[in-house]
T-cell receptor
Framework: DQQVKQNSPSLSVQEGRISILNCDYTNSMFDYFLWYKKYPAEGPTFLISISSIKDKNEDGRFTVFLNKSAKHLSLHIVPSQPGDSAVYFCAAFFGANSKLTFGKGITLSVRP | NAGVTQTPKFQVLKTGQSMTLQCAQDMNHNSMYWYRQDPGMGLRLIYYSASEGTTDKGEVPNGYNVSRLNKREFSLRLESAAPSQTSVYFC???????????FGDGTRLSIL
């Protein structure tokens, strides 16, 4: 049973426009969510996170929104840049459990 | 600053051979993790070590063993490699469950 779902495998946007990457989860125990970015032949790197006590967290061009009632979070990138082209993973965990559960990832392509 | 270092970067094995993947971190992190990434599957946790001296199974531990040699090093061993273990393996570390994980650049393993 997949607890973290990224249902769209890919997304293509024009440079300068907004990218919206979606993630859904099924485990209501999750209380901390993270987004990772991965370039080819490199390991994932941490991008931004949000605690379940918040509904929004911003870091520069990146904003994560959390809707607990819908068990849904989204990553907004504004404005999108060609260097943002990568695979983005959504991940979640809860409490003292140190195990992250990852989604399958979404490939973002930003067209110049 | 190296962060998380994995060796080797590439390896080709024959079915039935054994191999140990090495991982070392220089961030004084307590927790370390081994993941595998397969196409369309995201990152799946194989084993983790919440602290020095402890190891626990993750989502896909069969066919693998681990050793937390000291606080810096966490190795992953394939005793009898099988083609189903062809994958990209990532090691990660974190200060605690509430902190983002830092990943190495991966080991690309092919088993013929």
């Amino acid at each position: 049973d997949q607890q973290v779902k990224q249902n769209s495998p890919s997304l293509s946007v024009q440079e300068g426009r907004i990218s919206i990457l979606n993630c859904d989860y099924t485990n209501s125990m999750f209380d901390y969510f993270l987004w990772y970015k991965k370039y080819p032949a490199e390991g994932p790197t941490f991008l931004i996170s949000i605690s379940s006590i918040k509904d929004k967290n911003e870091d520069g061009r990146f904003t994560v929104f959390l809707n607990k009632s819908a068990k849904h979070l989204s990553l907004h990138i504004v404005p999108s840049q060609p260097g943002d082209s990568a695979v983005y993973f959504c991940a979640a965990f809860f409490g003292a459990n140190s195990k992250l559960t990852f989604g399958k990832g979404i490939t973002l392509s930003v067209r110049p | 600053n190296a962060g998380v270092t994995q060796t080797p970067k590439f390896q080709v094995l024959k079915t039935g051979q054994s191999m140990t993947l090495q991982c070392a971190q220089d961030m004084n992190h307590n927790s370390m993790y081994w993941y595998r990434q397969d196409p369309g599957m995201g990152l799946r946790l194989i084993y983790y070590s919440a602290s020095e001296g402890t190891t626990d199974k993750g989502e896909v531990p069969n066919g693998y063993n681990v050793s937390r040699l000291n606080k810096r090093e966490f190795s992953l061993r394939l005793e009898s490699a099988a083609p189903s273990q062809t994958s990209v393996y990532f090691c990660a570390s974190s200060d605690s469950a509430a902190r983002p994980q830092h990943f190495g650049d991966g080991t690309r393993l092919s088993i013929l």
